[in-house]
């Protein structure tokens, strides 16, 4: 579908199941300081990042993620919102793309980058400074999966929400605060998804990839509403490193 003039992501704030009034919880929990540098490792088009600096006027915030599109729109975000002397957004690899040890850096649904959440754990600590915080958006299965769920998000990636802070601490970090997406900010996030797709096809019907965009939006509603939803969770962890 590569070539399909559509933008996937069109209805979403976030490319994550997160409210505003969670990402600002969320922000809150970082704790920023003046002066602050924030990494955001998958960063999409780093709405939460650029949410960040602006609760922090003094922080500077660097996003790294390869999807263009997504780069492109947080740049103009950036932009629009007079942000440009304090962000940068890098279209790069993020296990290829170096920084400085940073005080705060974000990872958020972009665990398989890294090969799964232990190895994303251990490539943060490496690129945080002793003391400084992680915030880690990750799976986690709420209810052991059905076969759909298996399916989608695989048998073994994922453990109990105790399970993943577990795994953290064993990966040299203290938790600060634990957050989940709830199932109405699930089903906000499904639904924007799929309706950011919806409403192409009602603007494009007889385009010649419409069938193939209504099917893989018919599959992504039957994954959902048939297998994950209710079953798989997401947590945001805020980490300190040790
Ligand atoms: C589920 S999205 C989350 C985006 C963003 N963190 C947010 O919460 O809106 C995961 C992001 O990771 C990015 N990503 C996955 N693998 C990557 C890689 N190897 N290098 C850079 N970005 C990657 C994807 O392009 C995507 O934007």
């Known amino acids: 579908m590569t070539d399909v003039p559509l933008n996937g992501h069109a209805l979403l704030d ?5 409210s505003d009034g969670k990402a600002h919880d969320l922000i ?12 955001d490792y998958g960063c999409g088009w780093a709405e939460l990042l650029l949410r960040a600096v602006e609760h922090e006027p003094n ?14 729109r947080g740049r103009a975000n950036v932009e629009a919102r007079g942000l ?17 040890p940073a005080d705060v850096v974000i990872s958020i649904g972009a665990s398989h980058a890294w090969g799964g959440t232990k190895q994303t754990l251990e490539a943060m600590h490496a690129r945080l400074r ?11 299965w709420e209810q052991p999966p059905n076969a759909r769920s298996a399916e989608i998000f695989g048998e073994d990636g994922f453990g109990t929400l105790a399970e993943l ?4 601490m064993t990966c040299g970090y203290r938790l600060l605060n634990l957050a989940t997406a709830t199932l109405d900010e699930w089903d906000s996030f499904e639904s924007r998804w799929c309706a950011s797709r919806e409403r192409w096809l009602l603007d494009h019907p007889d385009h010649p990839q419409a069938d193939e965009v209504r099917a893989i939006v018919d599959d992504h509603r039957d994954g959902w509403l048939k297998g994950y939803r209710d079953h798989f969770g997401l947590a945001y962890l805020t980490l300190a490193r040790l």
Do not use: K, M
């Open 14 to 18: 976030f490319n994550t199941p997160l």
């Open 28 to 39: 809150n929990s970082l704790h920023l300081r003046p002066g602050a540098t924030v990494v």
């Open 59 to 72: 922080a500077r915030g660097l996003g790294v993620d390869s999807d263009e599109y997504a780069i492109t």
């Open 84 to 100: 440009a002397s304090r962000v940068t957004l890098d279209l790069a690899d993020v296990t290829t793309w170096a920084a400085e």
């Open 130 to 140: 002793p003391g400084g915080t992680l915030l880690l958006g990750d799976g986690f």
């Open 165 to 168: 802070v577990d795994l953290a």
